[in-house]
């Protein structure tokens, strides 16, 4: 049992450095030469009871410095002070256009929706999407998103980061989950194999949505406005990504474990409607790294017992954890090094046995009971 248990580990060490040559792709990259043209652009921004944080992030939106864009805030049924936040922006900015949807006994908000209405409002070709809870970290971002715009080039795959919050473990968490998910669908990309991106920080072109009828294909599900139509409609030729640093997006995660919990369980359900090669590489990538993790621990603990047939197994299996562990460095530490997450690089070894086990525990959770809110 302990040599195929031994077996398996070194083929989920392998698994997991054929991966990391992948990451590799972007975490040693450089940023693509950005195009001097500057499109009109329109900014969607959805907001559903979102008045404390546009108060807060929207001006920064509005104040970017660029020729020619809007910024059309989508108020989905809002029942705070939304409506009079906007009302009171639009006297001192002219480019802001806001899209009432009014609540009723039967509607209570449906981002999809409200996306929808945003795009046909719209009056620019080139789209570029933030949350309510998101501030562009320059003033000019939105000059570096729509850089990477060109002739075949019509998606532009941004990064949205969250704010660091000093002393708290579930900050690096949330902040190293996002680093994976970011460095994946980057990687994926340079690849040229698109698979999804984020709503934070996202560009396309509205021909993109025409041609596909919008987010019509997968309205039934509740969350996927982004990675679900990324996952459609990206391919090698049409999709760029922008890692400069004015291009990021930043905005407040969530502080206790359980709305965080809540979130990942709503956003892992999409996953299950991407397409066959892309639920198959992630879902390796992540039985590798289980299988790496409770193996390493496994096979470790039996070693320090002298449970091991022989001292050359022992050395072994602790020459490929380090291994693994070196390469997880170079490869995630040069990317965090990229998005301004150094932070985070001690931690790694914590932050991935954690992460782990919590995607398995979230991805049990939604076997038994789906999420059925937005």
Not at 311 to 323: G, H, M, P
Request: proline residues 3%.
């Amino acid at each position: 049992m302990l040599t195929f248990l031994y077996v398996i580990f070194m083929l989920s060490v392998l698994t997991q450095l054929c991966f990391f040559y992948i990451f590799n792709k972007f975490s040693f990259s450089k940023p693509q030469k950005p195009t001097s043209l500057q499109p009109s652009v329109s900014i969607l921004i959805c907001a559903r009871n979102e008045a404390k944080n546009l108060k807060r992030n929207l001006k920064k939106v509005l104040t970017q410095n660029y020729p020619d864009f809007e910024v059309i805030v989508i108020n989905d049924a809002s029942t705070d002070g939304t409506s009079a936040l906007l009302q009171k922006y639009q006297t001192t900015f002219s480019h802001l256009k806001v899209v009432e949807i009014e609540a009723s006994k039967n509607y209570s908000g449906n981002k999809k929706n409200a996306i929808t209405k945003g795009v046909k409002a719209s009056k620019c070709d080139c789209l570029l999407f933030t949350d309510a809870d998101c501030m562009p970290i320059s003033e000019y971002w939105i000059s570096e998103m729509t850089s990477h715009f060109s002739d075949t080039e019509k998606i532009v795959l941004g990064y949205g980061a969250y704010q660091k919050i000093k002393n708290s473990f579930l900050n690096k968490l949330i902040r190293f989950e996002t680093l994976i998910t970011v460095v994946q669908y980057f990687s994926y990309t340079k690849i040229g194999l698109p698979y999804m991106g984020v709503g934070r920080n996202l560009a396309y072109k509205k021909e993109l949505f025409n041609k596909v009828n919008g987010l019509e294909n997968h309205i039934h599900i509740k969350s996927g406005d982004d990675d679900l139509f990324i996952n459609q409609v990206a391919n090698k030729q049409n999709t760029a990504i922008c890692f400069t640093k004015n291009s990021f997006t930043v905005s407040k995660p969530k502080i206790t474990f359980k709305n965080w919990i809540k979130q990942k369980r709503r956003h892992i359900t999409t996953a299950n409607y991407y397409s066959p090669i892309h639920k198959f590489l992630l879902g390796i990538y992540y039985l590798s790294q289980v299988s790496f993790w409770v193996l390493a621990i496994f096979l470790l603990a039996f070693s320090l017992i002298g449970q091991m047939d022989s001292d050359s197994y022992r050395e072994i299996v602790i020459a490929l954890i380090l291994i693994r562990l070196l390469v997880h460095y170079i490869i995630i530490g040069r990317a965090a090094q990229k998005l301004n997450e150094r932070d985070l690089i001690l931690w790694f070894p914590l932050l991935d046995i954690y992460l782990v086990f919590i995607q398995f525990g979230i991805f049990i959770a939604n076997l038994f009971r789906k999420p059925n809110t937005w």
